[in-house]
């Protein structure tokens, strides 16, 4: 008899954070309207599958349903795991549930094709005339006005997501005015006042070339339990980001507009992108960005490794790409705990 279960499998991809937050919220009042949810949350890379199988197949003593999320699902590509999952998937138990959830836009196939069509879903990030339409209403539900130059201050300084945007906007409500429109200075000042730790602030400490604060910004970061994955995504983004800048000054381009259109025209990213030109070259922006890439991959597979040793290797190669330094470095991946 075909098993009738599958539905409670859902695949939620992409990086648009907010809005699969949003449907997540959705999916646990519809399997629980009336409470009684037993919520659990594991990492792929972290925990072994079956381990991960057998507490899904175990019954609960205490909750009418169960809902499990395994993140980072993109980590799941070994046989030996995909197996066991795949199992699992094919027959669930009635009362649980099972999320899976990745940044990427696909896992493996092995395990992506035993979900249902209609519970598979892709987030994707925001167009950027969505963002600023985003940005503008939710200060107008707030009462305050705001200009473009406003919203495209936020949009540099801000990770591109709506959950980040939500929680950035929300502090700028706590003091800015609202008899005045929100301008791009007002939105940079308090921005920069209040703004936590991020793969942003990261990014201006290596621009400022400043090694000591560049490692305290990513202990925060990891202290504070921020994804590594996402700190990366962000770095990665940044480092796209000074590549096109770099490459039009180099060009010669003086004209503002162009500047603009690829994310550089606050006075904050001016100050951080001109800081980060001035120390790495167009080939020295594409190592980072492709040392960024390499970093990551290296931690997705590293286990138990400590993320702190490794990220702090990356910033030590990243800060010895820079013009002063050789760049032979960036072209070698590190072996965790080798030296080399």
Same mark, same amino acid.
């Given at each position: ?10 695949? &939620? ?48 003593? &205490? ?7 395994? =993140? ?84 540099? %300084? ?15 409500? %706590? ?13 940079? =000042? ?41 700190? &990366? ?27 603009? =259109? ?7 990213? =001016? ?38 040793? %490794? ?30």
């Amino acid at each position: 008899m075909a098993n009738n279960n599958k539905g409670n499998n859902s695949l &939620f991809l992409g990086p648009e954070i907010g809005e699969k937050a949003a449907a997540i919220d959705e999916l646990k009042k519809k399997i629980a309207p009336n409470g009684g949810l037993e919520v659990s949350v594991y990492y792929a890379g972290e925990t072994p599958v079956h381990i991960m199988v057998a507490a899904m197949q175990n019954g609960s003593l &205490f909750a009418d349903r169960r809902l499990f999320f395994i =993140k980072s699902a993109e980590g799941i590509k070994k046989k030996e795991d995909i197996d066991p999952l795949s199992a699992y998937l094919a027959s669930p138990p009635d009362d649980t549930y099972l999320v899976l959830i990745s940044e990427e836009t696909g896992i493996a196939k092995g395990i992506e094709n035993l979900i249902l069509p209609a519970n598979k879903r892709i987030f994707w990030e925001l167009y950027e005339n969505r963002k600023s339409e985003w940005i503008k209403n939710f200060f107008q539900r707030e009462g305050f006005r705001i200009g473009n130059e406003g919203i495209e201050t936020i949009l540099e %300084l801000v990770e591109n997501n709506t959950a980040a945007l939500r929680q950035e906007c929300s502090r700028l409500t %706590l003091f800015l005015d609202k008899s005045k429109e929100i301008s791009g200075e007002d939105a940079e =000042k308090w921005l920069s006042h209040t703004r936590e730790e991020s793969a942003f602030t990261l990014f201006s400490r290596i621009a400022s070339g400043d090694f000591s604060r560049t490692l305290e910004s990513v202990r925060v970061l990891l202290a504070a339990k921020q994804s590594p994955v996402a700190i &990366f995504a962000g770095i990665a983004m940044a480092f796209r980001k000074l590549a096109a800048y770099i490459a039009l000054k180099e060009a010669g381009v003086t004209d503002e507009w162009e500047f603009k =259109k690829i994310g550089v025209s606050s006075l904050g990213a =001016k100050r951080d992108y001109g800081a980060a030109g001035g120390r790495y070259d167009s080939a020295g922006a594409e190592s980072c960005l492709a040392l960024t890439m390499e970093y990551d991959l290296l931690l997705r597979a590293s286990g138990s490794f400590p993320d702190y040793i %490794l990220m702090d290797e990356y910033l030590y190669k990243i800060f010895s790409l820079g013009k002063a330094a050789g760049r032979a470095i960036g072209n070698r991946i590190f072996t965790p705990g080798t030296g080399s």
